[in-house]
């Protein structure tokens, strides 16, 4: 689905070109006898005063202007637009089921999902996620693709399907990395996302950009590993022991995010999976942290350091401490070039802690 409209398109603006072009081909533009040319099926192979003299209408100055922006016909474009129209504002979750498994209520009743043209923002309990969507209202149900701009998932994309009736909106996603759906349903093991939702407001909702595009970072490597950043990862024997120690899946015990706790009934949908010295936090179904680690078990607290992987810290490093209360672990992890935390007596409001089980 490649479409090059505006952020948020109107189909006034598309109809005003379509005047104005059909205007200039009939005062003799060669200009817009060529954007007729290369444009419509029926003026190709044409020359510029054949095309003037073909007394050309409206509907095809109007298909024109669809096929310049990606759309196989004027009915097309107007669809498209429509759809995004109606999508717009401001959406609360009635229900969500991600990999056969169903989010609290409690939890549901604070994220909210918000459209503005092509923009959209998912504000949750977890994280917030900026991005741009595509339909394709040709497909029945319409599909719809995803890129996340700002946010834990940024630079990836996910893929999925969409029925909107009215104030009701049903889409089934592929979490970033799952396939798109077959059907709007969610089974164990398919990393689909079922979500039911309702329009709470109709209005055009603020602060919807899409995001940012950060500039991609150099992946990290390379280079020796210097005291203040990223590079190829030294392991001693005894970290790449506690490494291995940290392989495998876990489940968070608790976890504070810029100050705030979050609940224990959200917690159940959030996971650590390390493997060898990358580590993966996912929460519902989307991708937290993804990080190679680096550790110094002869600093007291230990010292662990992380490289991102993935999202808007690429490439960037955080300073941090781990310790073990008996078979469970502990992090406190510093934002990128903010300095490693002493001990855990005191998180700062900007660090993260969190504390992980061995999932049985």
Known sequence: MTHTLPARPSLEHFRGQAKTLLAELRAGDARAAHTFIGHLPKARGLTVAKVRAAQLRLADAQSVVARRNGFPSWPALVRHVET?????????????????????????????????????????????????????TALSPMQLDIEFVEGPEAGHSAYGLLVLNGDELTICLGVVGASRPAAFESKPGTGHALER????SAARPPNVTGGVRQAPAEPPGGAPASAGEPGEFELTRSSSDMLRRLEGAWVPVRLVMNGEEMRQDWLPFGSRVGTGDESKVTFGGQVMLHVRMRIDDSARPVAVDYVHLSGRDTGKLSRGILEWVGDEVRFLIAPPGRARPSDFSAPGTEQTFSQWKRRE
């Open 84 to 136: 995004l129209r109606a999508l717009e504002g401001a959406w609360a979750f009635e229900s969500l089921r991600i990999d056969g498994t169903d989010a609290p209520s409690a939890m549901l009743a604070h994220a909210t999902l918000l459209f503005d043209g092509d923009r959209f923002r998912m504000e949750s309990p977890e994280a917030h996620y900026d991005g741009r969507f595509t339909i394709d």
């Open 197 to 200: 939702l309702r329009r709470v």
